[in-house]
């Protein structure tokens, strides 16, 4: 892993904006990027709908799809599209056909993770000839060929888990279809989330974590513990190396 340290939480969302974010809607007629929920990527959104920073993202370049969401509706204070469309989506002209929602209000997770899975690989499928395939298949959940996204952005939680990829169920790292579905370990809330080897095959992974909270548990990964081995966002970092983490909560002095 990779490990860019700033003095701020400001700082460390403002040098995602001008790395990833304002080059790739420059660079791409289509930049796909898959948003982490939780409230550590709230300032981040933030900073993308200031107007300082609004005029230098290509927003007809961008579509926006989801790491992961809680099984609530968009109103609710838990939901990640909801917490997004708030702070960022309601105030950016991004068109609606851009923004990838995972139906929080779903009934059944296991039929909206299969459902979501069929829209981001028909999204992300470059030539029609593959969407039109795409939409014959029975399955297309057990498929992750045509899912790359351009950036990946995740979180790191306090024990470890990433996405909703939580040490109870680490294997979910491992797990072949594009979207899966996860409990809280406490709360027994369902989710839907993108597997380990739907992040894995995105073309940049990124970690955004700051905070003191946030810092026990960087230090592990960082140094590559034996006790980080049972956290999902080692893992990822194991598969992906080139992964980077974007942080003010530990400097290189700390490591």
């Known amino acids: 892993m990779k490990i860019k340290y700033f003095a701020s939480a400001e700082e460390t969302a403002l040098n995602i904006l001008r790395d990833y974010i304002i080059p790739g809607t420059q660079e791409s007629s289509g930049y796909h990027v898959a948003l982490s929920g939780g409230t550590t990527p709230e300032l981040l959104f933030a900073l993308m709908a200031r107007p300082e920073y609004i005029h230098l993202i290509n927003w007809d370049h961008l ?31 991004l068109t609606p056909d851009r923004i990838h929602r995972i139906i929080g209000e779903s009934e059944d997770a296991e039929d909206e993770a299969n459902r979501y899975a069929l829209e981001v690989l028909r999204s992300l499928s470059p030539q029609n000839s593959q969407r039109r395939w795409l939409a014959d298949q029975p399955n297309v959940n057990n498929s992750i060929q045509q899912a790359h996204f351009d950036l990946v952005l995740l979180g790191i939680g306090e024990d470890g888990h990433t996405a909703s990829i939580f040490p109870e169920v680490i294997e979910l790292v491992n797990a072949k279809p594009l979207y899966v579905t996860s409990k809280h370990p406490v709360t027994g809330q369902q989710r839907v989330g993108l597997s380990g080897s739907g992040i894995c095959s995105a073309v940049h992974i990124v ?12 230090k592990e990964i960082v140094n590559n513990t034996m006790q980080a081995q049972a956290y999902p966002a080692m893992q990822i970092c194991n598969k992906r190396p080139d992964s980077i983490l ?9 490591y």
């Open 207 to 218: 970690f955004l974590a700051t905070g003191p909270a946030k810092a026990a548990v960087l």
């Open 63 to 93: 579509h926006l799809y989801w790491v992961d969401e809680r099984m609530v509706d968009p109103e609710n204070p838990q939901s990640n599209y909801g917490m997004a469309k708030r702070i960022m989506l309601d105030h950016v002209p």
């Open 246 to 254: 974007y942080t003010d909560s530990i400097s290189p002095s700390n």
